[in-house]
């Protein structure tokens, strides 16, 4: 069983940057590839960005690519997401996630936290 806890959501206004953390429970996180998906009022929940188990390899959606960054600690057990550049259309609620398979889907997600907040105003 993994538990997953999101922080560092809040208001910025555009242009601004934020740093999202996902902490995990559990001695298996290093085992997990781990991603960020965001939803936004009335919309899907969609990915943003994901990292590969040992932290080599590093997946983003066009719309975030170039401004955020994502990274883990696995010595930490954490995942973090570098988000700059940070627009209106980035207002979500942002959720970690973590999987065993091949798919970036958010169906393919074992496990979820309660996610965080984040507005971006203009």
């Known amino acids: 069983q993994v538990q997953l806890v999101e922080s560092g959501g809040g208001l910025v206004q555009a242009g601004g940057s934020l740093r999202l953390s996902c902490a995990a429970s559990g001695r298996t996180f290093s085992s997990y590839a781990m991603g960020w998906f965001r939803q936004a009022p009335g919309k899907s929940r969609e990915f943003v960005s994901g990292v590969s188990w040992g932290g080599g390899r590093t997946y983003y959606a066009d719309s975030v690519k170039g401004r955020f960054t994502i990274s883990r600690d696995n010595a930490k057990n954490t995942v973090y997401l570098q988000m700059d550049s940070l627009k209106p259309e980035d207002t979500a609620v942002y959720y970690c996630?973590?999987?065993?398979?091949?798919?970036?889907?958010?169906?393919?997600?074992?496990?979820w936290g309660k996610g965080t907040l984040v507005t971006v105003s203009s």
């Open positions: 996630a973590g999987h065993r398979g091949t798919t970036w889907a958010p169906y393919g997600m074992e496990y």
